[in-house]
């Protein structure tokens, strides 16, 4: 079946600018997570939306990044005034149900943004 | 803060070998551990999770969890150079995923 896809692959954008990254779970996921990765770096955690709502977005690094998941599906990561240490990979991850701690999540190829 | 910590190598092993990696953490409450490959420019991509202390095995591929020091491990046998990427091992308490640093394998022919 068809994985998490992730659009666009790449992203580039000036500073100051607004950007919005889309992530397209497994159908029939009810979570979803985004993850941020700067270069030698592991994935480091955004935010996770259990169904529609946000169950956990301690790892947003301030006011300018807020995301969304309007109808449990497909989710929107958006930054606003974009900064050059934005640039970065975003990961979308997607899992069956989220809670336990023992749902494998499945990631998406990611969306390269670099801000100029 | 919860931490996950790997070296983060290169860990050079000829064809054929061992590979071993390590992976510390710091947070107790973390219950599930995780080993990512991630081949470069690609998404990583889940090969062992363990939960419970002890050896977890799946084909060339041995997990070993130590909860009382904290410790994760992957054992990779009959090494291949296929298997040369970057290692991500993860915990997670609840539902998150704190991952450390990785650690690059290169595995020569």
């Known amino acids: 079946g068809a994985g998490v896809s992730q659009t666009p692959s790449n992203k580039v954008t000036e500073k100051g600018k607004y950007v919005e990254l889309r992530c397209d779970p497994i159908?029939?996921?009810?979570?979803l997570y985004w993850y941020r990765q700067s270069l030698g770096q592991g994935p480091e955690f955004l935010i996770y939306?259990?169904?529609?709502?946000?169950?956990?977005d301690s790892g947003l690094p301030n006011d300018r990044f807020f995301a969304v998941r309007p109808e449990g599906s497909v989710s929107t990561l958006k930054i606003q005034r974009t900064e050059r240490g934005d640039s970065a990979v975003y990961l979308c991850?997607?899992?069956?149900?989220?809670?336990?701690?023992?749902?494998?999540?499945?990631f998406g190829p990611g969306t390269r943004l670099t801000v100029l | 803060q919860k931490e996950v910590e790997q070296n983060s190598g290169p860990l050079s092993v000829p064809e054929g070998a061992i590979a071993s990696l390590n992976c510390t953490y710091s947070d107790r409450v973390s219950q599930s551990f995780f080993w990512y490959r991630q081949y470069s420019g690609k998404s990583p991509e889940l090969i062992m999770s363990?939960?419970?202390?002890g050896d977890k095995e799946d084909g060339r591929f041995t997990a070993q969890l130590n909860k009382a020091s904290q410790y994760v491990s992957l054992l990779i046998r009959d090494s291949q150079p296929s298997d040369s990427a970057t290692y991500l091992c993860a915990a997670s308490g609840y539902s998150t995923l704190t991952f450390g640093k990785g650690t690059m394998l290169l595995v020569s022919p």
């Open positions: 363990i939960y419970s202390n």
């Open positions: 159908s029939g996921h009810t979570a």
């Open positions: 991850a997607s899992s069956v149900s989220g809670g336990g701690g023992t749902d494998t999540q499945y």
């Open positions: 939306f259990q169904g529609t709502g946000a169950a956990d």
